[in-house]
């Protein structure tokens, strides 16, 4: 079975200042990892994924993801955030040796930047 | 990238009613796709897995009778809530997997569902 933390419900910054979301991961194959952001009352946003390859990953809108084997961990990262980044950013993991399997979400951090 | 609608976006009904909301890939053929459901300011839960031309698979807790799920073809799956309740009342959203596995999955907007 596969499983998501993301340990902080909340994370604010200061517009300017670079951020990190954390997120772990628990899969017992092959860990496909996906950032998605969710703005209110809308779906979700495709951010970045990782599959296989450099373990750091760059995605949309400045954001990227460094993929940590050893310590299972898949942190969102961006050099300077925007008052535009603040929204709801889920960390999301699939089993790669399983096929075409549903991803399995962590709860959920709400990012604040501040201005 | 892929594109995924629902449709309606929001609907309000009355307790005992049914709702269908449809979702559709638009740009690509999905001979599986996936419904989740979101509670405010919780994350997604998968419900059930749409599966084109054979019967939905239900996560464990989902009332297969109460949610009905139809994959009518490559680009639609629809959920319906029969006699909806007011705790059914939540935000519906649709993903479908394009093809390969290493695929990214593209979720559609979402549906918000107000039971009265």
């Known amino acids: 079975a596969q499983s998501v933390a993301q340990p902080e419900d909340q994370v604010n910054v200061a517009e300017g200042n670079p951020l990190t979301v954390k997120c772990t991961y628990s899969?017992?194959?092959?860990?496909?990892l996906f950032w998605y952001v969710q703005y209110p009352n809308r779906g979700l946003q495709f951010l970045l994924k990782y599959i296989t390859g450099d373990n750091l990953v760059k995605g949309s809108y400045g954001f990227e993801a460094e993929f940590n084997k050893s310590q299972t961990s898949f942190h969102l990262k961006k050099p300077s955030a925007l008052v535009s980044d603040s929204a709801l950013y889920f960390c999301?993991?699939?089993?790669?040796?399983?096929?075409?399997?549903?991803?399995?979400f962590g709860k959920g951090t709400r990012l604040s930047v501040i201005a | 990238g892929a594109v995924v609608s629902q449709h309606p976006s929001r609907v309000i009904c009355k307790s005992g009613t049914s709702v269908k909301i449809e979702c559709r890939s638009l740009d690509f053929q999905a001979t599986t796709m996936f419904w989740y459901r979101q509670f405010p300011k919780k994350s997604l839960m998968l419900m059930a897995t749409?599966?084109?031309?054979?019967?939905?698979?239900?996560e464990q807790g989902v009332e297969k009778d109460k949610f009905l799920i139809n994959h009518a073809s490559l680009t639609l799956s629809t959920l319906t809530v029969t006699s909806a309740h007011p705790e059914d009342s939540s935000f519906y959203i649709c993903s479908a997997p394009p093809g390969l596995s290493t695929d990214t999955q593209y979720f559609g907007p979402g549906t918000r569902l107000t039971v009265l």
């Open positions: 899969v017992s194959g092959n860990p496909y």
């Open positions: 999301a993991v699939r089993d790669g040796n399983s096929g075409n399997t549903p991803l399995v």
């Open positions: 749409s599966n084109e031309g054979s019967k939905a698979t239900y």
